[in-house]
RNA sequence: AGGGAUGUCGUCUAAUGGUAGGACAGCGGAUUCUGGUUCCGUAUGUGAGGGUUCAACUCCUUCCAUCCCUGCCA
């Protein structure tokens, strides 16, 4: 896997909107409970990194940044059977490529298992800790229900001794896996379900993508993360809501634990956008059942595949500090992550006339062999950008769409007899639209008025429409891959009876347009260059690039008032 | 009477007892060699009831709605 460099783009100091997790930052750093402030992102690398990750980096690394102090990266690497090298490697590079480092503070809670073993034994002699023989249906009927406590496990009051002699025989891979677990000692009546004797330690006898097979026995989420955390020194532990129910036993681990600190957990709600799915497991799914072409597929919702769509890290940041963090559940709405991107390119993509749906147009006027060069800004944003050349000729190739022999109220594209302007080039009006038997449009006729070479003319006269366009002997095909939204509900929370997400797919979401021509300098493009084709939207030069077979992903459209006008 | 949490424009989010503000989306207009950009304008909101207070999004109280929790997942 490539590593990029960490992203160029500054990681420039946002202007900072207050949250619920400043307030309390400030309160802790204001009563002196605090003089720094150290954050984490623990991901597990069982999966790709999404953008509801990207909201929890940007606050965590966010957070570090502004307060002056450090944000650790660690892996949560506790369940060998689900996780993979392969992950943790694509983590690396997303929070990279998003514009985070973590500096020297790279973490894997795997590198704990000999302490956190140690402080299992620590448990046990203290009598907080128990060997349990249970079978996984008889906990759960022990365990009770939302409303019925819970019973005692029968193994519950062993002597310290067996308790230790049970537990260094569960290490030394004495029993199968299932046979039994190591238990917190709390309460079976409690209220909140985390609390009855959770299981601390269970047995896998599997291949571990760190430790190998030195362990046989893995402890759970809820014991090894308060403990890392603790270790590292972290002051606030932000994690998303569904974990406020676990704040409880985060509390009491390290209540009862020799631990050198005891962070404060904070829960935010995680981020939901409109029409995608988030969960690891259906994103898992997505790619598994090649429902997408892999975890970087343009539309996937995963920091991978909006890089490779063409989205910027830049745009994503603005996305997480427009979104702000609270804790009341939301839905954002994806047009704030397109304005984001539309945002950040509109100031740096180079223009460039690349025509979708091409239909001829000649110049009944114009010198046959002529060839012209016209002078197009790269950039009406940024001058710096500079200027380039544009060979014009009496064939073009023009939009199909921009031509209307019917035109409706409003329009000012081409039609008979109106004058529009080809962008950087001439004003024409078309006298006639040549089709073939089944009355299809072949060929536009106009004639082209010398005077207004370059896009204007001394009379001042008001040209309303403008159109891209490219000469068709010196275009050049090449291959679009325009994306769309992968479902159709804006809310894939809500599901109707019957239905699964699969029926929600959206059979458009990636059309591929082999037909456009474009002007011959987007030929020797390289991958990872982005444009604005004038009046059509930004795209990303593709990995699928090849030497003169250049292939672009469409990242967003431009916004269309006329679209949202004529359809009314 | 299981527990935990949350309700502010359509959406996201500020206001921490003192003018309910911003952004996106929408709508209207101006500018424009991209129906893009930019600029200007505009409508829409404190879940409901009661109470405390000169003053309540904020405090108290009752109700309602929504989300999360019964993995040896995280």
Known sequence: METPEINKETVSESKVVSNFIRFIIDRDLESGKHTGVVTRFPPEPNGYLHIG?????????????????????????????????????????????????????????????????????????HGKAFVCDLSFEEMRTYRGTLTVPGKNSPYRDRSVEENLKLFRAMRDG?????SCSLRAKIDMSSPNVNMRDPVIYRIKKTHHHRTGSDWQIYPMYDYTHCISDALEGITHSICTLEFEDHRPLYDWFLDQLPVPCHPQQIEFARLNLTYTVMSKRLLLELVTTGLVKGWDDPRMPTIAGMRRRGFTAAAIREFADRIGVAKASSMVDDELLMFCVREDLNKSAIRAMAVLNPVKLTITNYPEDKVEELEADNNPEDASAGKRMVKFSK????????????????????????????????????????????????????????????????????VKGTLHWVSAAHAVPVELRLYDRLFTNSDMSVIEEGKSYKDY???????????????????????????????????????????????????????????AKSTK
Not at 174 to 178: S, V, W
Not at 412 to 429: S, T, W
Not at 530 to 554: C, T, W
Request: hydrophobic share 35%.
């Open 53 to 125: 990750h990207a909201k929890s980096i940007c606050l965590n690394f966010g957070l570090a940044r502004d307060y002056k102090g450090r944000c650790h990266l660690r892996f949560d690497d506790t369940n060998p059977v689900k996780e993979d090298v392969e992950y943790v490697d694509s983590i690396m590079d997303d929070v990279r490529w998003l514009g985070f480092d973590w500096n020297e503070h790279l973490y894997y809670a795997s590198d704990y298992f000999d302490k956190l073993y140690s402080f299992a034994e620590y448990l046990i002699e």
């Open 395 to 462: 064939t073009l190739f023009i939009e199909r769409e921009d031509f209307s022999e019917n035109p409706p109220k409003g329009w000012f594209r081409l039609g008979l007899n109106n004058e529009v302007r080809l962008k950087h080039a001439y004003y024409i009006k078309c006298h006639e639209a040549v089709k073939d038997e089944s009355g299809e449009i072949v060929e536009l006729l106009c004639t082209y008025d010398p005077a207004s070479r370059g896009g204007g003319t001394e009379d001042g006269r008001k």
């Open 174 to 178: 004495g029993f199968p896996d299932g």
């Open 505 to 563: 797919l959206n059979p458009e979401s990636l059309i591929i347009n082999t037909a456009c021509m474009a002007e011959a300098a987007l030929m020797n493009v390289k991958p990872g260059e982005r444009f604005q084709f004038i009046r059509q939207g930004y795209f990303h030069v593709d990995k699928d690039s090849s030497e003169g077979k250049p292939v672009f992903n469409r990242i967003i459209s431009l916004k269309d008032r006329w679209i």
